[in-house]
């Protein structure tokens, strides 16, 4: 068995692992108890499993452990905001109730925040095109629109 260190959510951790090509999203939910990213398809197509690695969105169900390195940094829903502290994103979805059954709801918080980190302003049509391939199957899409519209007013 081998160990891998990451840091996720700002602290230095060490997973032991057999396969060093698991997937993260493994890591982060069967090891380190993280159930903000889920696993949706297994597939990088709906979004459900995304994470921050150094700022940027990544698909955590097809990003091996073994392409990530001690320093970068992971960022899951868990360490984007705190219960008492949330990010303007994960505000502004609780704000216009934009969860239905919730299911996508981490990869649409986590996409809009990297989004709106290099887009303070974002058009609604621009915030369509990022969520694009961030699959909602309750259909809240105008209200999670919404909430990404309020969250870069909060900017």
């Known amino acids: 068995m081998a160990k891998k260190q990451l840091t996720v959510n700002g602290k230095r951790v ?3 692992i057999d396969d060093p090509d698991m997937p993260l999203l493994y890591a982060l939910r069967d090891n380190l108890a993280l159930h903000g990213p889920r696993f949706g398809c297994g597939l990088a197509q709906c979004g459900s499993c995304t994470v921050h690695v150094d700022g940027k969105s990544v698909r955590s169900c ?3 452990l073994s392409s990530l390195n001690a320093n970068q940094k992971v960022v899951t829903l868990e360490g984007l905001g705190t219960p008492n502290k949330p990010h303007p994103v994960q505000q502004a979805f ?5 969860a239905q059954c919730g299911y996508c709801i981490n990869g649409m918080i986590m996409e809009s925040a990297a989004f709106l980190a290099s887009n303070k302003k974002p058009s609604d049509a621009q915030i369509r095109q990022a969520l694009a391939n961030n699959l909602c199957r309750c259909g809240t899409h105008d ?3 919404k909430a990404v519209k309020r969250a870069s007013s909060m900017a």
């Open 143 to 145: 209200r999670i629109v």
């Open 14 to 16: 060490t997973i032991d």
């Open 94 to 98: 609780i704000d216009e109730q934009a």
């Open 62 to 64: 097809v990003t091996p």
